[in-house]
Structures are given as C-alpha cells and as structure tokens.
C-alpha cells in the first residue's frame, strides 16, 4: 500500500540497482513533473522492474487536460490507499531487477505488465473475472506506475516476454490484452458477420483479438480513410467510410444482410446507437468505446428485437496477456503499425498534448531512462 508522493527510502539495495530514480510524477491537469525519487522496495509477492518502455493511453491524456478523474491525487483510494501525486503508467515492459527468492522469475528476465492487480479470493475471481475483483486496482491509475526507471510490481501480474519478440512491440502487449478481452466478450462464433466501429487503437486490437479467436467476417468502419487502410492490412475482410447511412450502408455490403455482432469501439456520439439499429434480430453489440455524453438507448426496439447489450473493461491476466505476446511474436506487423519511436521522461507532457489533440495514430512509447 503507497500512499506518500515519495516511496520509503530503502534499507538495503543490490548493488547493481539504484537508491533513486528518475520518475514522472502527476500533480493535477498539465502538471506533471519529472523529480528524483526513491526507488521502491518490492513487498512480499513483488519483484522490482526496471522499466524499458511505458505506452501512454486516452486515460492518460484525459487525466492530463481535465482531471483528475482516476488518479488519486486529492482523495484516499479506497483499495490502493494511494494519496497525492502518482507514477502514471499502465502499459509498461521491463526487466526484472530484483525478485525474492521464492518468486519463478529471476533478474535479467524480460517481462510484460498486466498491471491490474486481484485478491484471488473474491467470487468475481473465482469466476475468472479477476478484472471485476472487489478488490481491483490497477498501477499507474490507482498506484504507482510504469513512468519511471524502476517500478515494484506483484509478480502474478507479469508474463515472459517471448525471445525475439522487439521491446517496442511488446509494450503493446497490456492494450492489445484488453481488445483481447473485448473479443471474448463479443461471444463471437464461427462465421458470424461482425462489423468494429472505431479503427483506433482500441478497435485495431480489438480487430487482431477477433482474428485470434474466431473465424468472422468482419467489417470495419471509421471516418478517416489512413485508419481503415491499416484495418485491411491487420486483417478485416473489408472496409467502410462511415456517415449518416451507416446502417443502410452496412446492409448493403453485407449483401442484404445484417451483423450477428456489432462492436463500438469509437465512443464517438450517436454510435452506439447506430450499432444496436444494424445489428440482427437476435444478435449482440458490445460497448467498448467510452462516451463523453450519456447515450440514448432504443429500449423499446431492443426488448422486441432481443438485442444483447455487453459491455467489457480491462483485460483477464492469466487468458489475455499471454494471448497478447503471442499474436505479437507471431505477427509482427501489428507492432510495426502501432509502436512509436521511444521518447524520454521529458517529453511526457508534450507528448500527452499530442495525444490529446487526435494527432497519435500508433502507440506513444516512453523509454524512462532516456
């Protein structure tokens, strides 16, 4: 449990690793600030990280103009017990530099984060959603994370980078596990018609998840042409420009048809609502896509049509992420697509501008040593 701006000055160190660190910390919107710090001393069932990438996603950049909304600066987290200024980073790849010697891994070792943290004990996890555990929270959103040189990090939340596999690429790996897991929630089957709406990053690993489960017909739509080409080159079976006739549109390029599965991955206003108007008498939309404004929904047209209505968050740790490094080492195409050029500490906030604005179309990466 952290909750302190500063971790506890360490008692004792393998020589080889440092008493402090550099580290990103978040103070409030467009107000983060790159600071000495301890680094940290992992507790019973952690291992210490030195940190080799850490991506940046929407939930940062939405922290980073208008929160805080997620990041516990000005109120106790209830589970993490975190308090003031964080360690953002949720998507990070390292190497393991210290592990207790009852852990499996051992230093050198090069690992991904899955960084949502679970009891185990709780009926979600006895379920097998550890990602609605009573107890979930997550680094870099609830705790410290990923935006610094070293990180503590429980060793269950972690996954062997497979050999060969590009460090850019495999810090894809924690975004890519949560499209997983929006494809399993899809309960897609075999041949059914599935049109993405979103061709971002989201709907992108959506798409790859799709691919790696289930052989679909799928149909992806999107506003900017750049973002459909690269859906054809991970995969869909075809494209589509969205406009005002979406649903009339999808019809006729599924000759006649309409969708088994539709899946929002846009959080853009009035999609979601799109999606549940082309969908099969029948069939299932997921939500995945976040809006800004609550959506209106058709109840009525839902009910008499016997529409399902899903909806996912995060990702299971111990099905999708190692899932993710797989389809990542199989098919390098994905991270050639999506991973930046690494960035330093320092161009954290410039970068976060950038991403802000809707001009990232890949995955900014920060490499904390640089």
């Known amino acids: 449990m952290i909750a302190a701006v500063l971790f506890p000055l360490?008692?004792?160190k393998d020589a080889a690793v440092p008493s402090t660190m550099r580290a990103a910390l978040y103070h409030g919107p467009r107000d983060i600030?790159?600071?000495?710090?301890?680094?940290?001393?992992p507790a019973p069932g952690e291992v210490l990280v030195r940190v080799l990438r850490s991506g940046i996603c929407g939930t940062d950049a939405g922290e980073w103009t208008t929160g805080p909304k997620v990041f516990p600066v000005h109120h106790r987290h209830p589970l993490s017990g975190h308090l003031g200024p964080i360690i953002p980073g949720h998507e990070f790849v390292g190497e393991i530099a210290e592990a207790a010697g009852d852990s499996d891994y051992r230093a050198g070792e090069i690992v991904a984060s899955g960084a949502g943290i679970w009891c185990g004990a709780c009926r979600r996890c006895f379920e097998g959603r550890p990602n609605k555990c009573v107890a979930y929270r997550t680094l870099g959103l609830n705790v410290h994370g990923g935006m610094a040189e070293y990180v503590a990090?429980?060793?269950?939340?972690?996954?062997?980078?497979?050999?060969?596999?590009?460090?850019?690429?495999?810090a894809l790996a924690q975004p890519l596990?949560?499209?997983?897991?929006?494809?399993?929630?899809?309960?897609?089957q075999a041949r059914d018609r599935v049109v993405v709406i979103g061709a971002g990053a989201i709907g992108s690993f959506v798409l790859a998840g799709l691919r790696y489960l289930c052989d679909v017909d799928i149909t992806v739509v999107d506003i900017a042409q750049a973002r459909l080409d690269r859906a054809e080159r991970l995969g869909a079976d075809r494209t589509l420009i969205a406009s005002d006739s979406l649903v009339g549109d999808i019809a006729d390029v599924l000759d006649g048809h309409r969708p088994d599965v539709v899946i929002e991955a846009s959080g853009?206003?009035?999609?979601?609502?799109?999606?549940?108007?082309?969908?099969?008498?029948?069939?299932?939309?997921?939500?995945v896509g976040i809006p800004e404004r609550k959506p209106e929904l058709d109840l009525h047209s839902m009910i008499f049509r016997e529409i399902t209505l899903e909806t996912t968050l995060a990702h299971v740790c111990d099905t999708d992420l190692p899932a993710a490094l797989r389809i990542l080492a199989a098919e390098p195409q994905l991270g050639v697509e999506f991973a930046e050029p690494a960035v330093g500490l320092a161009e954290l906030g410039p970068s976060l501008d950038r991403l802000s604005a809707g001009g990232v179309e890949g995955k900014i990466l920060v490499d904390p040593a640089a």
């Open 10 to 12: 360490p008692t004792k």
């Open 33 to 41: 600030r790159i600071d000495d710090v301890a680094v940290p001393i």
């Open 153 to 170: 990090v429980p060793a269950k939340t972690l996954r062997r980078v497979p050999t060969g596999l590009a460090i850019d690429h495999a």
């Open 177 to 188: 596990a949560v499209g997983i897991h929006a494809a399993r929630r899809a309960g897609t």
């Open 268 to 287: 853009a206003p009035g999609q979601l609502a799109a999606a549940l108007a082309m969908v099969a008498d029948g069939g299932r939309v997921e939500a």
